[in-house]
């Protein structure tokens, strides 16, 4: 064989390997990954939404004693039944404005608890009602997966009461505080409940242990928490806050306020003050309508 043909055979060999090289590389690039949840998490630890809002840090003047779970793991973890009551019985004892009470039981038999925060220690309906500030329900963890309302509220409530950081917002209002509503769910931890969620390592179920969602109870009243939350008929006028966050469990990515952020349906009804004005009801806009309202 001649040099020419040689050379003309090595550059054709070259030029096959080259281009081997380049369709294989190609084809890496555009073949789908393999599924698995684990692919999914690390998708959303790493995403968009983890790198435009990055856990903000710990505020090294609170004392250790009153960090929660979540700030002591960096945003992480959440606190289970037990430590929450610890730490609720803690805001009791460390603040004159706090006051924890329990409405009444789980269907697992687990106390659930209310937090009271009123800086002139209005702690009953009565003494409320006739103090004349506004009342205000958070309500935290009525579905137990979506549960960083219940730190940002902790959280929350030790600025104001124990810290003294935000009391002022205490000046105007009395706050009732369920950190964890469907505590029954909340213990039903599982890495693996809600995958697709940016935190925390373990989080409880949607529903409660005998399939009831708990935020479409609000009229059958069938389970026993929902019928606790509406105290034996004692009523208050309030306005009503529902902590979640939708599918996003963006634990470090919202602050003490923001997670607080959709207003839920009323878990109990406004009792008129004496001598309040009641708006006129509105007119029909027909004559079908003023029949069905009747």
Known sequence: MSRPTVLRVAALAVAVTFLAATARAQLRLTRPVPWTPDSVVKSILTGSSAQLTPNPPIDPSIPRIWLTRAERSLWTQTSDYEEMMRYCRSLEAGSHWVKLEIIGKSGQGRDLPM???????????????ALGKPVILIQNGIHAGEIEGKDASLMLMRDMAALHKYDALLDSVTLLVLPTFSVDAAERRSH?????????????????????????????????????????????PLCDQVGRLG????????????????????????????????????????PRRAERSR
């Open 192 to 236: 693996w409940n809600r995958i697709n969620q940016n935190g925390p390592d373990e989080m409880g179920w949607r529903h409660t242990p005998v399939g009831l969602n708990l935020n479409r109870d609000y009229t059958k009243l069938d389970a026993p928490e929902m019928r606790a939350c509406k105290l034996d008929g004692r009523e208050l």
């Open 115 to 129: 937090l009271i925060l009123s800086k002139d220690r209005a702690f009953t309906p009565d003494a409320a009602r």
């Open 247 to 286: 599918n996003r469990q963006d634990f470090g990515h919202c602050g003490p306020l923001s997670s607080i952020s959709r207003a839920g349906q009323r878990s109990w009804r406004a009792r008129p003050r004496p001598g309040a004005r009641r708006l006129p009801a509105p007119a029909p806009s027909s």
